[in-house]
């Protein structure tokens, strides 16, 4: 086992004025809920992504101006073969990434031709067109 890095979430709700009053607090890492499945409960237990220390800090950075929650970098165990992502590209990867050059740019061309007005079956119209003649 090998120590990584992952973010914790919490929220507290007070009900009162009172600043030490905090009625409601939840951890949203290595959380368990119970979902109903053939008359029976069955717990299904949300676990922590293990990322690196950067990984980590860019992630809490990117929450924080995104949320009210209270995000902290917590040290959690991993697997010695278990592949840490060492940034936020690696944590979440881009769909754009894994699509071809071309693809791309078709999409690109599209978008421009609903700004230039183009309503859908005119573009698809012209798609097929480009097909069938190459």
Known sequence: MKTAYSISLSTSVRK???ASDKVNSQVFINRIKY???FGKYVPVRSLA???TQMAAMQLADQLK??????????????????????NLEELNPVKSQTESVGLQSLKKAVEQCFRDGMNSLDILSAANKAVING
């Open 16 to 18: 009162t004025d009172d």
């Open 49 to 51: 992504t293990p990322m």
């Open 35 to 37: 979902f109903r499945s």
């Open 65 to 86: 101006s995104q949320t009210d929650q209270i995000i902290e970098i917590i040290e959690v165990l991993a697997d010695d073969d278990a592949y840490l992502p060492a």
